[in-house]
């Protein structure tokens, strides 16, 4: 069993900067490759990040590719999500995931926590 509770959104201006916390606690972290979605009102669950479990190998969806970067802390039991540049498109509530294995850009993950809502206005 892993808990995963997610902090660090709010309203942004159209080209600001926020970073995403995700605190793991339960089952050891370091076993698990962790992710990142996000839901928008109205639209389907996407994937926006993935990271391996010992941090070597990131994964991100086009549409944040450059702008977002994943990354985690095995000694914090965290997985952040730093975003720049952002765009109003990407107003969405943002969650974090675990897995076992290797990443998946699917919704093919074992835990999820509650999300956390980004606003980006203009």
């Known amino acids: 069993q892993v808990q995963l509770v997610e902090s660090g959104g709010g309203l942004v201006q159209t080209g600001g900067s926020l970073r995403l916390s995700c605190a793991a606690s339960?089952?050891?972290?370091?076993?698990?490759?962790m992710g990142w979605f996000r839901q928008a009102p109205g639209k389907e669950r996407e994937f926006v990040a993935a990271i391996s479990r010992r941090g070597g190998s990131t994964y991100y969806a086009d549409s944040v590719k450059g702008r977002f970067t994943i990354s985690r802390d095995s000694a914090k039991n965290t997985v952040y999500l730093q975003m720049n540049g952002l765009k109003p498109e990407d107003t969405a509530v943002y969650y974090c995931a675990a897995r076992s294995g290797p990443p998946a850009l699917g919704h093919e993950y074992d835990y999820w926590g509650q999300g956390t809502q980004v606003t980006v206005s203009s």
């Open positions: 339960g089952r050891t972290f370091s076993n698990y490759a």
